[in-house]
């Protein structure tokens, strides 16, 4: 069974969506109008709650909703491509995905339930789970902050002003385009490693983790700044190596 629900995208400042166990994507649209597809087996539809207040759209599953034989849904919100909300998701288990969006403060959370995300511009990402996986390609936004306590951090082509991660002991992998500011992670004992374009300056520090830096930043004062910690996870920083090297290696 399927909903369609239709609202204008001037009266919308903000999407909020609540779920349990549904999966979510969020993808730009071709209409001036924001829509909501949901399908799904006839009791999760029945159930699930979409309404507008204050400038809000708020998208529901009931709390104590659980995932009985034969339940499903999946739930998409197309944004019209002019509009620059802000949105604000957070799961239980559910899958979350997002791709194409330039928004104001972003939002995505989940507690066990993965996160994807692709070709995302923002004012402010958040991004937050316990042990679900945070995935990520092409995002440019002016702060990020990332925080998990045993989810896998992997975020490729990134651009920011100010970024933060945390993570007690997830593995972390971030490969970070030229042109971002300051990093600053924090780990327990998840192993942390970090690429680079252009210059970078680094302080690692570890307990009694290992920790590496690669031998081309060295001394190197400008550019992107990082600071690192970890108690017992392993530490990495390298330069990435830009096309034109990659070419002549391959030739």
């Known amino acids: ?19 349990v166990w549904a999966q979510a994507e969020m993808i730009p649209g071709t209409s001036e109008e924001l829509q909501v597809f949901a399908a799904g087996d006839e009791d999760s539809l029945e159930a699930l709650k979409v309404d507008m207040e ?7 599953q009931p709390a104590l909703q659980s995932m009985a034989h034969k339940r499903w ?24 995905g997002a791709h194409g969006l330039d928004g104001g403060e972003l939002v995505f959370a989940t507690v066990s339930g993965p996160i994807h995300l692709e070709d995302m511009r923002a004012r ?7 042990s679900g996986a945070i995935a ?20 490729r082509e990134m651009r920011f002003d100010s970024a933060r991660a945390f993570t007690v002991s997830g593995t972390t992998e971030l ?6 500011g300051t990093l600053e992670l924090q780990s327990v004992s998840g192993a942390v490693s970090v ?15 290992q920790f590496l830096l690669d031998e081309a930043l ?22 990435r190596k830009k096309d034109h090297e990659d070419r002549h290696i391959a030739d």
């Open 136 to 155: 990520g390609v092409g995002i440019d936004t002016e702060r990020l902050a990332v925080r998990t306590a045993a989810g896998q951090i992997g975020l």
């Open 195 to 209: 690429e680079v374009e252009g210059t970078a300056c680094a302080q690692l520090h570890s307990l009694s983790g």
């Open 54 to 60: 204050e400038g809000t759209l708020g998208i529901s």
């Open 175 to 180: 490969m970070l385009r030229e042109g971002c």
């Open 218 to 239: 060295r001394g190197e004062e400008n550019g992107l700044k990082i600071y690192a910690t970890s108690v017992s996870g392993g530490l990495a920083v390298k330069r």
């Open 73 to 96: 849904l999946q739930i998409c919100v197309r944004v019209p491509q002019a509009w620059s909300g802000d949105i604000d998701v957070d799961s239980v288990s559910g899958t979350v």
């Open 124 to 130: 402010l990402l958040r991004l937050r789970t316990v």
């Open 1 to 19: 069974m399927e909903r369609n629900m239709s609202f204008s995208a001037d009266q919308v400042k903000q999407i909020r969506m609540r779920l």
